[in-house]
């Protein structure tokens, strides 16, 4: 089974523009949450989306936004960017049940220059 | 106060030692406890999870939990230079919250010398 997916991998971005990251879950696999790792920070939760529902939120400022979409995938936006938004962006999903485990995938590095 | 806490490390060990790397966790609604494993520039992949109060043994690696205390440990037997990484300990909300929110600690970065 193939694991989880990002698109695309690396990003170079400048301050004020606006990016968006792709994940596509495990086949049959419905929650996705999104997190964002710095060195400084570790992993902070940005979102959970469940049935294209965001179905809980981390505290992040609204630049940052996501959907999910009827076949699961989801997407992440972060609208004006700033240096600070340089991070590794997780995704990971899991089955719908809360007792399931999250599987990350890869990541997308961006970096905001 | 952090929600969930890790020594940063490093923790060196030797090659073939057992390895002990400890969590404790503020949360007393928190229900289950993973470990993963994250090697530098790749992401998190998950060692275990555990629910339980007791130990869960899998293979090398040994999970204990003790929700009296909030602490969760993971020993890893016959550390292998292979287990040099960071180790992430996170904690879920209880399961009937309907949400997947994973409050991850600050990883420790374990040292195998060979």
């Known amino acids: 089974k193939a694991g989880v997916t990002q698109t695309p991998r690396y990003l170079i971005k400048t301050r004020g523009q606006q990016v968006t990251l792709s994940c596509s879950p495990i086949?049959?696999?419905?929650?996705v949450s999104w997190y964002q790792q710095t060195p400084g920070q570790g992993l902070q939760f940005l979102f959970e989306?469940?049935?294209?529902?965001?179905?809980n939120k981390g505290n992040f400022p609204g630049r940052f936004s996501g959907r999910q979409f009827s076949n699961s995938r989801s997407e992440m936006n972060v609208s004006t960017l700033e240096l600070g938004d340089s991070a590794l962006y997780l995704c990971?999903?899991?089955?719908?049940?809360?007792?399931?485990?999250?599987?990350f995938g890869p990541g997308t590095r961006l970096t905001v220059l | 106060q952090k929600e969930v806490e890790q020594n940063s490390g490093p923790l060196s060990v030797p090659e073939g030692a057992i390895a002990s790397l400890n969590c404790t966790y503020s949360?007393?609604?928190?229900?289950?406890f993973f470990w993963y494993r994250q090697y530098s520039g790749k992401s998190p992949e998950l060692i275990m999870f555990?629910?339980?109060?007791g130990d869960k043994e899998d293979g090398r690696f040994t999970a204990q939990l003790n929700k009296a205390s909030q602490y969760v440990s993971l020993l890893i037997r016959d550390s292998q230079p292979s287990d040099s990484a960071t180790y992430l300990c996170?904690?879920?909300?209880?399961?009937?919250?309907?949400?997947?929110?994973?409050?991850f600690g600050t990883g420790t970065r374990l040292l195998v010398s060979p």
């Open positions: 949360d007393r609604g928190s229900q289950s």
């Open positions: 989306y469940f049935s294209e529902t965001q179905r």
């Open positions: 555990i629910y339980s109060n």
């Open positions: 996170a904690a879920r909300g209880a399961m009937n919250t309907g949400f997947q929110k994973l409050v």
């Open positions: 990971a999903s899991s089955l719908p049940s809360s007792t399931d485990t999250q599987y």
């Open positions: 086949s049959g696999h419905r929650s």
